[in-house]
């Protein structure tokens, strides 16, 4: 078999873990597999880099500060080959560059567009382990880019989509994917499957397993991807199309985002037009609006709430109030202690009630709801921030016990 496998940044984060995890890939190695695998940068190596970039410059161009982080991948592909050496193993490390990445200009937050297997496939052809720099591509001018904080998963699925691998596996510090972070949720149990639709909203609605554009890619291309701890040797959780869901559970899992913040535009005149140029200007500058609620006309006004990631509050206040005259509004009130609660199942597409048991968890801990928003396989609700922790363990004992 083909196996693409990667490691994330606490799995590598010194020389010990690097052993380990030298020990994961040598024996997948001698079972006879080919193995290609992808690394993250070690511990909060990255967040160090963007540390040492703002003492020299506080506003460095993303072109440079992609120079920089790259950095971080490549000393932990070099030093893992350097202990699979040590084991007297054949090995080769590559950048991203090396294995033409191919992505967009986006530097920070590239796309990427191919990947060239030439080069991996030759190594793989004379029994090599192949160790690659996640994270890290090469836009169009032959510069470095960056795929965004969290992208070395989507390296990794990447590669196993173009090698068209037999398997994906995303090695972490946890077993795999959970009904609720289970540092924090009593009785949070792991799943042996999840549908990529599921993991898709969980990777968006705060859980931080996975990089949610790399749960795309996967679906997109049918990889199979399986998330599972390097330390504890047991079988994860596996991302997949369809589930069993041998246990009948009607919710996969919860999740928690703090890092939301709802502003109120109230007393708009009720009339077409309004939304929209609300909207429009929060889109001109790249704000992303989530939640939207409208309230019903009073005497001719009514008042619009909406939700905003917590990094873009302090732009979208002073925009909003900025445009007060063409919006029309009479009063603006913003919250920065809000917290967004996830449930979400594939059950939800088949079975009723899902939502009010849901509610009824709420209701029962008296935590107020603020607004709420559904898809096809989500609920979520805005509470008080500080009723938060409280909520999911409330949510969760009233699905799982
Ligand atoms: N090292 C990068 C980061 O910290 C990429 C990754 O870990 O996936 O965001
Ligand atoms: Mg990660």
Not at 182 to 197: C, F, H, M, S
Request: net charge negative.
């Amino acid at each position: 078999m083909l196996i693409v496998q990667k490691f994330g940044g606490s799995s590598v984060a010194n020389a010990e873990k690097v052993n380990r995890v030298a020990g994961i890939i040598a024996d997948t190695y001698c079972e006879g597999h080919d193995v290609v695998v992808v690394l993250s940068a070690q511990g909060d190596t990255t967040d160090e880099l963007l540390a040492k970039a703002a003492e020299v410059n506080p506003n460095p161009s993303k072109r440079e500060l992609d120079v920089l982080l790259s950095t971080g991948e490549q000393i932990s592909v070099a030093l893992m080959s350097m202990a699979l050496e040590r084991m007297g193993l054949p090995v080769v490390s590559l950048t991203g560059w090396q294995i033409q990445m191919s992505t967009s200009f986006d530097y920070g937050c590239a796309r990427i567009r191919k990947v060239s297997t030439e080069r991996i496939r030759q190594e793989l052809d004379k029994r090599r382990i192949v160790i690659v720099c996640g994270f890290q591509g090469v836009c169009g001018t032959g510069d470095i880019t960056t795929l965004g904080r969290g992208g070395s998963d989507t390296s990794a699925v990447a590669i196993a989509a173009c090698l068209h691998a037999d398997k994906c596996q995303i090695y972490t510090d946890v077993e795999g994917i959970f009904t609720a972070d289970p540092r924090k949720v009593e009785g949070a149990r792991k799943l042996d499957e999840i549908t990529y639709d599921e993991m898709m909203e969980l990777a968006s609605l705060g859980a931080q397993v996975l990089h949610n554009r790399s749960v795309e890619m996967a679906k997109r291309y049918g990889v199979d991807l399986e998330v599972l701890s390097s330390y504890i040797r047991n079988s994860g959780t596996k991302v997949k199309e369809v589930t069993k869901n041998v246990e009948q559970m009607k919710i996969s899992g919860i999740a928690k985002d703090n890092n939301v913040a709802r502003i109120a535009v109230v007393g708009v005149p009720d009339q077409p037009g309004i939304a929209f140029r609300l909207f429009r200007i929060l889109a001109k500058s790249k704000i992303n609006v989530d939640i939207i609620l409208q309230s019903i006309d009073r005497n001719g006004t009514n008042d619009i709430s909406f939700t905003v990631s917590e990094d873009d509050y302090e732009k979208a206040m002073s925009l909003v109030a900025e445009h007060k005259e063409s919006i029309n509004f009479q009063d603006l009130y913003g919250d920065k202690n809000v917290a967004k609660v996830s449930i979400v199942g594939a059950g939800m597409l088949t079975s009723s009630g899902i939502a009010s048991t849901m509610f009824e968890a709420l209701s029962d801990a008296k935590i107020n709801i603020q607004m709420i928003s559904t898809s096809e396989i989500k609920v979520s609700v805005l509470i008080d921030e500080s009723n938060a922790d409280k909520a999911v363990q409330v949510i969760h004992n009233k699905f799982f016990n």
